[in-house]
């Protein structure tokens, strides 16, 4: 932890949400005294609602809360169609392709092209409610696709075009999705890839898909299967420039995403329409600071939540200009992203820690080489950040003058919900900081009592919010159990994000992260247990436990520790290893291939079977074991497995 503490350069903000921490203690405590009040206040000023809603929180059927009942409002014309009066000619997308190729998109022909694809997913025969699967890369279709549901009020579950087909049927079928929305390809680095196959090796076997809508983007050769796969490029030149928005009810879901929990399959997590949109506008406006003549860019992909809400809802509902990138930061070189940042000068620079740690280790002094004065705000999510990738984004990136917004949240929170406030947050490198006003962010012990300074909590969320998980798409059971089950506050359940997290003595939050058994490698979070499914397919496996080693570049890598089911398969580890690899990109994908493998004569259990995984974190990190290993079933495993690792190294 450090203890430095960097003021915002005021002379960049001019008029900003907060202005200085009183600013931000007011807001606080206006939520304190009146907390529906404050939330329906600025539901009204920041929704154009078709109907006003009646009620801000419905609390009758908790943790199943309901924001804004009874309100009408489609999100796609909170994104679009409001706009168009002042902004038809302003770029609401800005699109950069791998190989350097640009795509000027206004408000005025989002409008169509969002309509164009609304009325040929009707023509599809997609209708309010119904599922869409979106299987894409970065590009503008992408995001068209999505707005186009929400136009007509059809459930979208985009699925990140790095999971393999074994993962996008899971996510298919638990979906029950009509549609799969997916292109022939991309590029990337520049080399085309493919996506069409990955559908269609998924579809195998599944009857539920009516029609697969297939963007070109690569022109490379694909199969089509009569009947079933359409062109978007063919049908769409058809289509109607205007489509009614669906009256949508506040509480209608708007999409799922699929995200990895500590046990079992990935979970859809559920979103809906106002208290989704509200908080995608507001944190826009309260943590980026955007302003009309801003140009935005969040280098995120649009298969996860920071995609969902940070380049495509939160921006445009915001009127922003938001930049979408194909391909890699590293592409052609290591300036790429600073060439993209003052080529158009940004003003908003959005990533993750990885990229940053990455960015720093390939080319320390590229940011130096180019013009990068139009940065505001620096932000960061995903994962901690590490005291030396912050200082080097701060200054080598921003030049010692940006504001760091090191931006706490998750799939299920919908946006952020720690977070400074650029203009107004004195920030401790690598802190979070507080969280934001509306949002009841507190450390806490499992009776609800706040921690002390230096204690390790649980960091939960002890008041509903708007942008709140609704429920996991078909197991409302799971939703309660996942979050609602391990912290109480006032003899009341409350969320617990799965995340530990500290105050220090001046209030600050550090996240110390998860401590269930999610991984997060690059800041993709993945799930042990489905990590560990795909292991064990492998024939010559008998057991097997994932765990997180920390990484110098990705935050965290996998590391597993493998039981063979026998002895004569030692010897042949290269390509047990390289098979299992294969499996987990199969089953998987490429993002969750493990880095390391211990071969290891057993696991260390307790008596009744669990798996003690701190002993193999530990082990992993080449720590000492603390833990008392005699309630262990076979201590003496602990140095056999000890000694493997450290012959492996
Ligand atoms: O562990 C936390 C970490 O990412 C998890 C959420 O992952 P996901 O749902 O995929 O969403 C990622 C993008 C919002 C959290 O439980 N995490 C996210 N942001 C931070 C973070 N850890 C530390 N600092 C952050 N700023």
Redesign the pocket.
């Known amino acids: 932890m450090l203890n430095e503490v960097y003021y915002p350069h005021k002379e960049l903000f001019k008029n900003p949400a907060f202005k200085n921490m009183c600013e931000y203690h007011d807001k606080v405590r206006e939520f304190e005294k009146d907390y529906e009040g404050t939330w329906g206040k600025l539901a009204r000023e920041k929704i154009t609602w078709f109907r006003l809603y009646d009620k801000v929180l419905d609390e009758s059927n908790a943790p199943f809360y309901k924001w804004f009942t009874g309100g009408k409002l489609n999100v796609s014309y909170q994104c679009i169609d409001r706009h168009l009066d002042k902004k038809k000619n302003k770029a609401a997308i800005i699109w950069e392709g791998d190989n350097g190729e640009k795509r000027v998109i206004t408000y005025l022909e989002l409008y169509k092209e969002v309509n164009k694809f609304a009325n040929l997913l009707k023509e599809m025969g997609v209708k309010k409610g119904d599922r869409v699967v979106i299987y894409m890369p970065m590009i503008p279709e992408a995001a068209f696709a999505m707005l186009a549901c929400a136009r007509i009020g059809a459930i979208h579950s985009v699925v990140f075009g790095g999971f393999s087909a074994e993962a996008l049927k899971d996510r298919i079928l638990d979906a029950q999705a009509k549609v799969v929305i997916t292109a022939d390809g991309a590029f990337r680095k520049g080399k085309p890839y493919m996506l069409k196959p990955v559908v269609d090796k998924a579809l195998e076997g599944v009857d539920i898909v009516e029609k697969v809508i297939v963007v070109e983007r690569n022109n490379e050769d694909i199969e089509w299967v009569e009947g079933r796969d359409v062109s978007y490029n063919e049908l769409i030149q058809n289509q109607s420039t205007e489509c009614e928005p669906e009256v949508m009810d506040s509480e209608d879901p708007l999409f799922l995403l699929y995200?990895s929990g500590s046990t079992g399959k990935p979970k859809g997590v559920q979103h809906s329409q106002a208290g989704y949109i509200l908080w995608a506008q507001l944190t826009m406006e309260w943590v980026f600071d955007i302003k009309d003549n801003d140009t935005y860019w969040c280098t995120a992909d649009i298969g996860?939540?920071?995609g969902h809400t940070y380049i495509v809802y939160g921006p445009l509902a915001a009127g922003a200009t938001t930049v979408m990138f194909e391909g890699v930061l590293t592409y052609p070189d290591s300036g790429r992203a600073w060439k993209m940042i003052e080529d158009y000068r940004i003003n908003q620079f959005y990533t993750a820690p990885t990229a940053i740690r990455l960015l720093n280790k390939i080319g320390a002094d590229e940011p130096k080489k180019y013009d990068l004065s139009s940065l505001r705000i620096l932000g960061?999510?995903?994962?901690?950040?590490d005291p030396a990738a912050w200082k080097w984004y701060y200054d080598v990136v921003g030049g010692g003058r940006c504001s760091i917004v090191?931006?706490?949240?998750?799939?299920?929170?919908g946006g952020h919900m720690?977070s400074p406030l650029p203009a107004a947050t004195p920030i401790k490198p690598a802190s979070?900081t507080f969280p934001l006003p509306g949002i009841f962010a507190e450390i806490i012990d499992e009776e609800g009592n706040r921690v002390k300074p230096g204690e390790k909590g649980l960091l939960c969320i002890t008041k509903p919010w708007p942008s709140m998980i609704r429920t996991i798409w078909g197991d409302p059971e799971r939703f309660v159990k996942s979050y609602f089950s391990t912290a109480k506050k006032n003899g009341k359940p409350v969320y617990f994000?799965?995340?530990g997290a500290m105050y220090d003595e001046d209030g600050y939050i550090w996240?110390t992260?998860?401590v269930d058994d999610?991984i997060?490698v690059s800041?993709?979070?993945l799930g042990t247990a489905e990590i560990e499914a795909a292991i064990k397919k492998h024939p010559h496996v008998a057991e097997v436990a994932v765990v997180g080693k920390p990484d110098e570049i990705t935050g965290e890598s996998i590391f597993a520790y493998v039981v063979l089911k026998s002895t004569d398969d030692l010897g042949e580890e290269v390509e047990l290893i390289k098979e299992i690899n294969e499996i987990i990109s199969k089953e998987i994908g490429n993002i969750a291939k493990v880095k390391d493998i211990a071969f290891v004569p057993g696991l260390p259990k307790t008596r009744s079977g669990k798996i003690m995984r701190r002993i193999l974190r530990a082990i992993a990190k080449g720590e000492e074991i603390k833990q008392d290993t005699s309630t262990l079933e076979d201590p003496s495993v602990v140095e056999a497995i000890i000694a493997v690792v450290n012959s492996c190294e």
């Open positions: 995200t996860w939540i920071t960061t999510v995903g994962e901690p950040i090191d931006t706490w949240w998750q799939t299920e929170t720690i979070a994000s799965g995340d996240i992260g998860r999610v997060n800041g993709h979070r």
